[in-house]
């Protein structure tokens, strides 16, 4: 049993590792490995042979009203995009990450075919889990949310991925950010599955009583689907590590194994770890620039634990951060957020509900809504740690305007689609949230003795990939095509051996 096991491993092993062109960085323990010819086949070049091309071609992507087949890479894209159209019209944020993501996999079904019935097939998760989160509230009062925990892919490894609670969270919500769950656990390198989960409650309004009898109340549900070596719950929007304690508190109650490899399940590990790694990214984007840090002046979008850990990095590293923001405005430092700063505004934010407008009383030297709109403050830099689309086309353009040279998304999906077109023709520099949020899986997956210094060698590493993939698929420059195609390959090179599953 344990050799067949082992086998198993190697054979899943020998095919992640053949997904990046750079597969001897792949894994940071990882051994040498012989690369592939290419980043598509086996063979000598990018392009699959013609016998096997039109094997391919000749297939019908769909077969619902006759047979549909597709003679280019970007008509399969198309393809593919109105099917998700078709079938989940409702769900706007799915399909706008769809779109996005099969614009950049044109030219991967161009060059074979064959992978865009894989793309079909990764367009449908693997489990959508949805369920009543009943509690009592302060009062006596019965309570009542929804719960949602999707597992979307497992062909790489076990599922895991962010829970995340807040009024905005729905079933939409969740579906489109297990998609993007998918390409950026990938492109880590590690055996990392893809789930997202959370429910539909503000935490911000509610005390701390019934914060721990909600949580309770999710993970008594919750408890049937994940566990260790199955599914990794990690903190995201909503969640800090008192939820994530309650969460834990509620699992190890009702379950006998609440560890693997002496890694206890649900470990608070390296909170910062999400916004240590956004800070990376920007600085290997300035570093492969002939730029750095140093000095930069950076406006954040958010004050949540992911936006003052980017202010705690930029600060280490030199640069200058100089907004936060949150439901009440946003408060502008005209000489910068020093660590001294930095730490008045978490002891606000630490405590639950309270509100950024605080922070005018303990400075002197602060700006409260002044100017009305954050973009209109000049910056180097902009880290948007918030809600989904807070970037817009007119936000990009008053960002240009006031000489930003680029956008590291801290949030999810933090910028527009159509914002992303503006920032190619302002010539803005863009590290999309797929690419700059893996740093929290990296740190799961190093395990306990994880350092600063060794995520920032694996983002280095990722950035690298994703970089080179983008040249190999001529387009330079453009991280958010390079980490889609990277991430998709892994886990499409997989797929391919399992079969229609």
């Known amino acids: 049993m344990l050799a067949a096991r082992s086998t198993a491993a190697a054979a899943r092993d020998a095919s992640t590792r053949s997904a990046l062109p750079c597969v001897s960085a792949v894994r940071l323990l990882s051994g040498s490995a012989e690369p592939k010819k290419s980043l598509v086949t086996g063979e000598e070049g990018v392009h699959q042979t013609m016998k096997v091309s039109k094997a391919w071609r000749n297939k019908p992507l769909f077969r619902r009203q006759g047979d549909v087949r597709f003679k280019t890479g970007l008509e399969a894209a198309n393809l593919l995009v109105a099917e998700a159209k078709r079938r989940d019209a409702h769900e706007t944020n799915f399909i706008a990450n769809v779109e996005s993501t099969m614009s950049c996999l044109g030219p991967i079904f161009e060059r074979n075919p064959r992978y865009a019935f ?7 998760p693997e489990r959508f889990i949805q369920f009543r989160v009943a509690w009592i509230d302060d009062v006596g009062s019965p309570r009542m949310n929804r719960g949602y925990r999707i597992q979307y892919s497992s062909a790489i490894g076990p599922y895991e991925g962010a829970i995340h609670l807040g009024h905005h969270v729905n079933s939409d919500v969740i579906k489109a950010f297990g998609f993007d769950s998918v390409f950026a656990n990938a492109l880590t390198g590690f055996d990392v599955g893809a789930a997202v989960g959370g429910a539909d409650i503000n935490p911000y309004d509610k005390s701390e009583a019934e914060i721990q009898r909600f949580c309770q109340s999710y993970m008594t549900e919750l408890a049937k689907y994940v566990g260790p070596d199955l599914d990794q719950p990690t903190m995201g929007m ?3 590590e008192k939820e994530f304690g309650y969460l834990f508190g509620q699992y190890k109650r009702i379950n006998i194994k609440s560890s693997s490899g002496g890694n206890p399940f649900l470990s608070a590990r390296n909170v910062k770890a999400p916004g240590f790694g956004v800070v990376h990214f920007a600085n290997e984007m300035l570093k492969d620039r002939g730029d750095s840090l140093e000095g930069k002046r950076c406006l954040i979008v958010g004050s949540g634990k992911v936006a003052r850990s980017v202010a705690e990095k930029l600060i280490e590293l030199g640069a200058i951060p100089i907004t ?14 020093d660590i001294g700063r930095l730490n008045t505004i978490n002891k606000i934010k630490d405590e639950r509900g309270a509100l950024l407008g605080r922070y005018i009383i303990a400075s002197t030297t602060a700006q409260f809504n002044d100017p009305e709109s954050a973009f209109d403050i000049p910056c180097d830099l902009c880290f948007p740690c918030a809600g989904m689309g807070d970037i817009d086309e007119a936000a990009v353009g008053k960002l240009a305007n006031n000489g930003c040279k680029g956008i590291v998304e801290g949030g999810h999906s933090a910028v527009t689609p159509e914002a992303r077109k503006t920032l190619k023709k302002r010539g803005l520099m863009y590290a999309p949230s797929t690419l700059t949020l893996t740093g929290n899986s990296v740190v799961y997956a190093l395990g306990k003795t994880v350092t600063d210094e060794m995520l920032a060698k694996e983002i280095g590493r990722i950035y690298s990939d994703v970089k080179l993939t983008a040249q190999e698929f ?17 886990v ?3 797929m391919l051996n399992h079969g229609a599953v």
């Open 118 to 124: 894989v793309a079909k097939q990764l367009m449908e």
């Open 238 to 240: 909503g969640v800090g």
């Open 324 to 337: 936060f923001s949150d439901a009440s405005g946003h408060v502008y430092e005209p000489d910068g957020i």
């Open 474 to 490: 001529n387009q330079r420059g453009d991280l958010y095509a390079g980490a889609n195609i990277a991430g998709f390959l892994r």
């Open 492 to 494: 499409a090179n997989v």
